[in-house]
């Protein structure tokens, strides 16, 4: 998936600079419902589409949650967390259990 980012925008506060990135989400949306619909997601599969989403976006959850990419162990927990959270759901492929 390429970045979804669509604007940039860099002020300075003080002494610090903020860049603020805006993504749009739609692409990822669209292929959530797509695999939904095409996802081999069937009882017994060894293999789970659980979910589409940007890299963007699990790098703002691990902000949030002062986590880093390399801790993937919190990696794998805050993807889990948020895609399991309601706010997210329409991310989510497959509806079971994990």
Request: hydrophobic share 40%; net charge negative; charged share 30%.
């Amino acid at each position: 998936m390429l970045s979804s980012r669509i604007d940039q925008k860099i002020t300075f506060e003080g002494d610090d600079m903020v860049i603020k990135n805006t993504y749009d989400a739609t692409a990822a949306l669209q292929d959530a419902a797509y695999a939904r619909e095409n996802s081999q997601n069937t009882l017994g599969s060894d293999y789970k589409h659980v979910g589409n989403i940007d890299a963007s976006m699990v790098t703002n959850w691990l902000k949030q949650a002062g986590k880093t990419w390399a801790d993937t162990d919190a990696v794998e927990e805050v993807i889990k967390r948020n895609l399991q959270n309601g706010e997210f759901a329409k991310f989510r492929v497959w509806d079971g259990k994990w």
